[in-house]
């Protein structure tokens, strides 16, 4: 099982729309858990952590399923710019030392 | 916003060359790492730093890699003899806290021939 795994994509939606993507880890000992952006051929910027309760920024909404080593991030109202691949990272140990990135979501929203 | 400032953009360099990546973290941050991108695959962790050490590092970076703060605002990571297999998308990142997550450099773009 990959450490941390996504469904490449890509996903085509029309403006407006909402859109999920999920992704699973396999290391149940993981501490800390992100979503980077990633635009093509650019450096991943960060876009949120993620925590048990649940938390929310603007149009994004992140969860945590510890128990089912599970992390979804919900976009909302959907603009075109968008438009980019959304990784899924874990920080296996906590405290930053390392994180493990899976292979992204390509999503494309198009008019 | 302050940035991670990584040079060169672009590096071409032939097989068994030596390279310096240079980085510039932000200027308040104890953490630092390197990652790298092979074109089409995913960001790998490299090796973190911090308080002039390696705190960890992975596979990939074995005795053919070595990272260096030779002062106080520079960090720079070495490959000795590079490999075709070394080209790749090179990410620079600095953390204050680790846990919060990272800043990246837009990167060094490596090509080996």
């Known amino acids: 099982r990959k450490e941390v795994e996504q469904d490449p994509g890509p996903f085509n939606v029309p403006e407006g729309a909402t859109v999920a993507f999920n992704c699973t880890y396999s290391?149940?000992?993981?501490?800390?858990f992100f979503w980077y952006r990633q635009d093509c051929r650019k450096e991943p910027k960060l876009l949120m952590s993620?925590?048990?309760s649940g938390n929310e920024d603007g149009r994004f909404t992140a969860q945590l399923n510890r128990a089912s080593q599970y992390i979804s991030l919900l976009i909302r109202d959907s603009k075109l710019s968008d438009s980019a691949t959304y990784l899924c990272?874990?920080?296996?140990?906590?405290?930053?030392?390392?994180?493990?990135f899976g292979t992204g979501t390509q999503l494309k929203v198009e008019l | 916003e302050p940035e991670v400032t990584q040079t060169p953009s672009h590096q071409v360099t032939q097989m068994g060359q030596e390279v310096i990546l240079r980085c510039v973290p932000i200027s308040n941050h104890l953490y630092f790492y390197w990652y790298r991108q092979i074109l089409g695959q995913k960001v790998e962790f490299l090796v973190s730093f911090y308080n002039n050490e390696i705190s960890e590092k992975s596979e990939i970076f074995d005795d053919q890699f070595s990272v260096e703060r030779p002062d106080g605002s520079n960090f720079t990571l070495k490959i000795r003899s590079t490999k075709l297999e070394d080209s790749a998308m090179y990410f620079c990142a600095s953390s204050d806290r680790g846990y919060y997550g990272y800043t990246f450099g837009s990167g060094t773009r490596l090509t080996v021939v």
């Open positions: 993620v925590y048990s």
């Open positions: 290391n149940s000992a993981s501490q800390s």
């Open positions: 990272v874990v920080d296996p140990a906590g405290g930053g030392n390392k994180l493990t």
